[in-house]
């Protein structure tokens, strides 16, 4: 069984895209678990740059088999604009399966996901606006259509006059416009014309695929400390994006998530609300926000910036059992004079060496910092790890130890090639 689990150790936007390409390409099978089109990728792919926001990362390579899973979200229209612009791309060849116990995004889960913010005002989650949170919500309360269903007619006739009328009166309760069964369920058949094709029981199709032993892919999306157990609740997401919720997400058994590479920038950045402990307050974090691009690939916010958080990784690697890291963006840091590193946390004056679990405490932890000297040259170009300036190397040097695992690979740009592979792992 050759599987390999892809996971952000970070608040999202680490790399995982570039990362995520550069493994599908040895990959048969590459999955996307969790979340909607509320998560971003970037890719360059043959120079050109593509923002894949629920799509997988396989959809470039014809002969890789690309799944959304039984724990994703799908927003239909959402999902066709975004298939149909990389079609218009020339990427026309391309295998892809949709689970049939996906849930589907409805209209109404953006419109309330919109009027839940503008409620909540200034204690907003800072969510992206696509809907994401109030159709999980929807799907622990049952009230949910699954992508299933939409080969059903009669039976999502049936499920829209059990759902819709209490859809209706939570609209109305925030002066929302309501909806008709009629203009749902066109608006579902519609939709289910380009999507039907690909509705399968993707469980089905993954165990067969890992019994065969194929070399599977699991894609992470956002980062794991935005899980909406164990991230800053409540400015977390929706789901797990920890790979050991992969197995629940697939219906594939535990075991069948061999290795985990979990993927981290150089630095830490953060997008909407929530405490941020090594949050750089200087005009530094503008230099490298904007050396890095670091603005949202789906919500163009500009992300907050802040130093590594070695305390955090720790704790990220306790709860979700990474085994190797790969390290992005480290050219970046070539803009800075000096690197500091949080090593550990204060709270209320005492150092702890855990991960505090209400949002009141984690706001009065004061990071603890260590310095490093940066460096100056440009490692843009740089493809063996022996000929990164001697401070670079002494920094990933750190970061092993601090996280006690290896750093197997580096970016030093957003091309496939801008690459440094230390150890082969897929």
Same mark, same amino acid.
């Given at each position: 069984m050759a599987s390999l689990a892809i996971q952000g150790m970070q608040w999202g936007d680490e790399g995982k895209g570039k990362v995520t390409d550069f493994y599908a390409s040895k990959a048969q099978v590459v999955v996307r678990s969790q979340g909607g089109n509320n998560a971003g990728h970037t890719i360059v792919h043959h120079g050109k740059k593509f923002a894949l926001r629920l799509i997988p990362s396989g959809i470039f390579s014809p002969e890789v088999v690309n799944i959304l899973a039984d724990g994703t979200v799908i927003n239909p229209s959402a999902f066709i604009e975004e298939l149909e612009g990389l079609e218009k791309e020339g990427i026309a060849s391309y295998h892809l399966l949709v689970s049939s116990r996906a849930?589907?995004?409805?209209?109404?889960?953006?419109?309330?996901?919109?009027?839940?913010?503008?409620?909540?005002?200034? #204690?907003?989650?800072?969510?992206?606006?696509?809907?994401?949170?109030?159709c999980y919500a929807d799907k622990a309360a049952r009230l949910n259509i699954r992508m299933g269903d939409l080969l059903e007619k009669e039976y999502l006739k049936e499920r829209l006059d059990e759902i819709l009328p209490l859809k209706n009166k939570e609209l109305a309760s925030y002066g929302l416009k309501t909806y008709t069964k009629?203009?749902?369920?066109?608006?579902?058949?519609?939709?289910?014309?380009?999507?039907?094709?690909?509705?399968?029981?993707?469980?089905?199709?993954?165990?067969?695929?890992?019994?065969?032993?194929?070399?599977?892919?699991?894609?992470?999306?956002?980062?794991?400390?935005?899980?909406?157990?164990?991230?800053?609740?409540?400015?977390?997401?929706?789901? #797990?994006?920890?790979?050991?919720?992969?197995?629940?997400?697939?219906?594939?058994?535990?075991?069948?998530?061999?290795?985990?590479?979990?993927?981290?920038?150089?630095?830490?950045?953060?997008?909407?609300?929530?405490?941020?402990?090594?949050?750089?307050?200087?005009?530094?974090?503008?230099?490298?926000?904007?050396?890095?691009?670091?603005?949202g690939t789906v919500t163009k916010?500009?992300?907050?910036?802040?130093?590594?958080?070695?305390?955090?990784?720790?704790?990220?690697?306790?709860?979700?059992?990474?085994?190797?890291?790969?390290?992005?963006?480290?050219?970046?840091?070539?803009?800075?004079?000096?690197?500091?590193?949080?090593?550990?946390?204060?709270?209320?004056?005492?150092?702890?060496?855990y991960m505090p679990s209400s949002l009141a405490a984690y706001l009065r932890v004061k990071p603890v910092f260590e310095t490093m000297p940066s460096w100056k040259e440009d490692i843009s170009n740089i493809k063996n790890y022996a000929d990164l300036p001697l401070n670079a190397r002494n920094y990933i040097s750190r970061v092993e130890e601090l996280t006690n695992t290896q750093v197997v690979l580096i970016s030093v740009g957003p091309d496939k090639d801008q690459t440094i592979i230390r150890k082969d792992i897929f």
């Open positions: 849930q589907v995004l409805m209209p109404y889960h953006i419109d309330l996901d919109h009027a839940s913010e503008l409620v909540l005002a200034k #204690s907003k989650i800072g969510t992206t606006g696509r809907g994401i949170g109030p009629e203009e749902l369920l066109d608006y579902l058949m519609k939709a289910s014309e380009k999507i039907a094709p690909l509705i399968t029981d993707t469980s089905s199709y993954l165990n067969k695929a890992l019994a065969e032993g194929k070399k599977v892919l699991f894609e992470g999306a956002q980062g794991a400390m935005l899980c909406l157990d164990h991230g800053t609740y409540p400015y977390v997401t929706s789901s #797990s994006p920890l790979a050991s919720g992969i197995p629940l997400e697939c219906g594939i058994p535990n075991e069948a998530v061999k290795d985990v590479l979990g993927i981290m920038k150089a630095y830490t950045t953060r997008v909407g609300e929530g405490p941020f402990p090594s949050e750089i307050q200087s005009d530094l974090a503008q230099l490298i926000r904007d050396r890095g691009h670091e603005y916010r500009p992300r907050r910036i802040g130093w590594l958080d070695a305390a955090q990784l720790k704790y990220v690697k306790m709860i979700s059992g990474v085994k190797y890291i790969a390290l992005m963006l480290l050219d970046v840091l070539s803009c800075t004079d000096e690197i500091k590193i949080c090593t550990g946390y204060l709270l209320d004056g005492k150092k702890i060496d």
